[in-house]
């Protein structure tokens, strides 16, 4: 952050002045906005947390019904879109540091290739839907097909959000909206985009990789 | 104005505000006053009064069902209702009283107090703090509306599952609770976000955690809690609706799910959530009872440290609601400890409590009565809280009105008497006027008797095997006249709410304009009452934990009280110029996006293009919520205008008093010292945050 905000002179917790587009310091010399994510983001740990649990809890019951998960994985290709998604956490980086840079351009370039990693990966995963529902695997056969779809389709919602709001910041950043002040709004927008890459790495850890 | 569509409020770089461009969905509402006004308020304080006012109303229709239920039990084989119907009536009287009663009037609290007792102009969030509102409210009566349409919720507050399947409710009532509940916890995870952030980012100059008021570190906790807990019982929510609407298989025995899957998820939500409902009254008491025993709270650090330790340690407790479940000797053994340890914390706060007491000058206001009350009660139902730990004697207490009666000691002798002696206290901040004192006694007097009354014969009857959840008993139990005196309990209670509801339509005679009535301890007292709209004309800075009484009194050389002659208040007469104070601007869009959410709702239940109609408007709403900016360029920049989320003005007067970077505020320097105008406009304020919502 750079400093050109008049220096905040006070009391013995706020040291650092605050950063140039907000206009007003705060306690923890986190804006409003980025300890507010922060602190959602904490919150859908344990979101997610529960649908894992519950996905673990029925992953070794016996299956009565239909396919059990384990024997449709298509593990290269699971593999290959979580690198795609894994990618577009560097690209969401390069994003932030071009819209840092006051580079509107680069900026634009970045987040619209975030986005399309992002859409890669959804696509990945209605492909993958489709093809376990025409193996016999639908949402209702089984326990396991229900605590599947579930924990993934919440991630996959979860991207599919994070694509709405990337693409909202490139409307913004035509709009003149996103100047290098205001990179923290990308810088915010990515704390929840790698916060979802990171839960993909759980899931596909957890749920594909161990059995 | 109109909506507009970029965020022209924010300084560029360059140091140009761009023209706003208006899209004109909405004209931006202006008006201050009407009815009108409330729809858009984005103001805390008149959310907080929103919230007391709803929670009050459905505190008297969970009353309403509570009367239904003990009249029905007066008696051995009770006529007055059927079997359904009495399931459906005990299922709401606890979803009501729990997610629509306490934790709203305890939210009512939190958004009234906290930015006023940490010296802010306003929540962090202005805009989404009335969309939790709105959530609450319309999730409410969402919930409510399914006494219309075919049949309420018959399964319990808890609603195990699978028992709350459609194989054996067939109504659509199971479904507005899930349903609702989803809505409602929205409300309240998105309100935990924006207090807790309040809390932690936006403190008066001076204001370090450790002299943060008791009520507003109880809130925080409880809103910690709300913010990990919420999620839990988000998934067993929707887990439960998939099951019910889409024939998913998370409970259905026959496809061979677990049926303790739901009372875990449940119940990992459900003990924080005990905590959520308690730990802001133990707040509330402890700012109670230190002013009316004129003594600082005894021990406040402990008090800070238990209320976390609580905190922490609610998470580790949650199976002791299954003992009888079969989860195992191990499993019982672990958590029936730490539901021992648990209390240890606990029986801290009640000792601290004692401690303030001991040698005060105590003056038995009707707020004293009710939190003096709240200690010795909640004592009550936290010991015989100690006896569920023991398992072999929660086994035999489970499913029976011993259970029943624990419970109420804890949630009405613990939250209910809390709230009262909130209310009592706080009253006259919020409304400028006094409840009367001598109604406010017989109001507790009747109360704190009906309360026992109602209650603790139930304590004999589980004792001696009466179940809970059963819509009659026969004769020749020995179960009559604990049931008759349980009822009579009941409709004393109700008896005394009349009085306190009387109480409040008399107090418009009543008015009073002192700013401090009890001579408080805390910042909300140093302003006008009601307090102004930007709360302070000049911005705090804080000095002292209690900083109000630091202001107020004294010592002499000889160590002798004495009360200062130059105290100044923060608002009103006397307090200086308030200065340029931008306040973001009232909307329409929390309340357009609150409405999507039950639209959604009814559409998942009856017919799902309504689902499509509702995520229009959700969109919708949330493209239009981030695209107006959170102050209206075009308003007044007056004490008129509304509240702010941070904004202190950025000359440097209003941040810089004596006491500089290095000198920490224990210095002596007596607080006086920040008199300084808040600014006379040096600037333009801040810039509300506009980007606070378009992330999420």
Known sequence: MSTTAAPHVGHDEVVEPAPPHAAHHTSTGLSNEKLAMWVFLGSECLLFGALISTFLLYRNRPVLNGPSVAELYDIPFTSVSSFVLLMSSLTMVLALSATQRGDATRSRIWLLTTALLGSSFVAGQVYEFTTFVREGFGFTTNLQSSSFYVLTGFHGAHVTIGILILLSLVVMSVRGALPAARAETVEIAGLYWHFVDVVWIVIFTVVYLIR | ?696
């Open chain 2, 1 to 696: 104005m109109a909506i507009t569509e970029e965020r022209p409020v924010l300084e560029l770089t360059t140091g140009a505000e761009p023209e706003p461009e208006p899209l004109g969905v909405f004209a931006r509402p202006v008006s201050t006053k009407g009815w009108r006004s409330w729809l858009t308020t984005i103001d805390h304080k008149r959310i907080g009064i929103m919230y007391g006012v709803s929670a009050m109303a459905f505190f008297a229709i969970g009353g309403l069902e509570a009367l239904i239920i003990r009249a029905q039990l007066a008696q051995p084989n009770g006529q007055v209702v059927d079997e359904q119907t009495y399931n459906e009536i005990f299922t709401m009287h606890g979803t009501t009283m729990v997610f629509l009663v306490i934790m709203p009037m305890l939210a009512a609290f939190a958004n009234y107090l906290i930015p006023l007792q940490i010296g802010a102009r306003d929540v962090a969030f202005p805009r989404l703090n009335a969309f939790s509102f709105w959530c609450f409210i319309l999730g409410g009566l969402f919930l409510y509306s399914s006494f219309l349409l075919g049949g309420a919720p018959d399964g319990g507050w808890f609603a195990y599952a699978p028992n709350t399947l459609t194989e054996f409710t067939s109504s659509h009532g199971m479904d507005f609770w899930a349903i609702g509940l989803q809505i409602t916890g929205i409300a309240s995870l998105v309100g935990a976000i924006n207090l807790i952030v309040t809390a932690l980012n936006m403190r008066a100059p001076g204001m370090t955690l450790l002299r943060m008021p008791i009520f507003t570190w109880m809130a925080l906790v409880a809103q910690f809690l709300l913010l990990f807990a919420i999620p839990v019982i988000t998934v067993a929510l929707f887990l439960l609706t998939f099951d019910r609407r889409f024939d998913a298989n998370f409970f259905n025995v026959d496809a061979g799910a677990d049926p303790l899957l739901w009372q875990h998820l449940f119940w990992i939500f459900g003990h924080p959530e005990v905590y959520i409902l308690v730990l802001p009254a133990f707040g509330i008491v402890s700012e109670v009872i230190p002013v009316f025993a004129r003594k600082p709270l005894f021990g406040y650090p402990f008090m800070v440290f238990s209320g976390v330790a609580i905190g922490f340690m609610g998470w580790g407790v949650w199976a002791h609601h299954m003992f009888a479940s079969g989860i195992g000797p191990v499993s019982v053994a672990a958590f029936s400890l730490s539901t021992m340890f648990i209390a240890v914390p606990t029986g801290v706060k009640i000792f601290n409590w004692i401690g303030t007491l001991w040698g005060g000058r105590l003056r038995f206001t009707t707020a004293m009565c009710f939190a003096v009350a709240l200690v010795s009660q909640f004592t009550i139902g936290g010991l015989s809280g100690v006896t569920h730990a023991v398992s072999p004697a929660d086994t035999q207490q489970t499913d029976t009105y011993y259970i029943v009666a624990h419970f109420h000691y804890v949630l009405f002798g613990g939250s209910m008497f809390g709230i009262f002696a909130g209310l009592y206290y706080w009253f006259p901040k919020a409304f400028g006027r006094l409840l009367d004192e001598r109604i406010g006694k017989i109001h507790f007097a009747l109360m704190l008797i009906g309360f026992n009354l109602a209650f603790f014969p139930m304590h004999v009857l589980g004792l001696q095997g009466m179940p809970r959840r059963q819509a009659t008993y026969a004769e020749g139990m020995g179960w009559d006249l604990n049931n008759l005196l349980a009822s009579i309990g009941a409709f004393v209670i109700a008896l005394s709410f009349l009085v306190f509801v009387y109480n409040v339509v008399r107090s418009r005679n009543n008015v009073t304009a002192d700013p401090d009535p009890w001579d408080a301890r805390t910042l909300e007292w140093a302003t006008s009452s009601p307090p102004p709209v930007h709360n302070f004309d000049v911005e705090p800075t804080v000095t002292h934990l209690d900083e109000w009484w630091h202001r107020k009194y004294a010592e002499d050389e000889e160590g002798r009280l004495h009360r200062r002659t130059d105290v100044q208040l923060l608002a009103g007469e006397g307090a200086g110029e308030a200065g340029d104070i931008h306040l973001p601007s009232p909307s329409y869009w929390p309340l357009v996006v609150a409405v999507a959410l039950p639209t959604i709702g009814y559409g998942v239940v009856y017919s799902y293009w309504l689902c499509g109609v509702g995520a229009f408007i959700l969109l919708g709403g949330i493209y239009g919520w981030s695209l107006e900016p959170s102050v209206d360029p075009g308003g007044a920049h007056g004490h008129e205008l509304e509240p702010g989320p941070e904004p202190e003005p950025t000359d440097e007067l209003a941040t810089a008093p004596e006491a500089s970077a290095d000198e920490p505020a224990e210095s002596e320097a007596a607080a006086e010292a920040e008199a300084v105008p808040a600014g006379a406009g040096s600037g333009p304020s801040a810039s509300a945050a506009s980007g606070e919502e378009g992330q999420a």
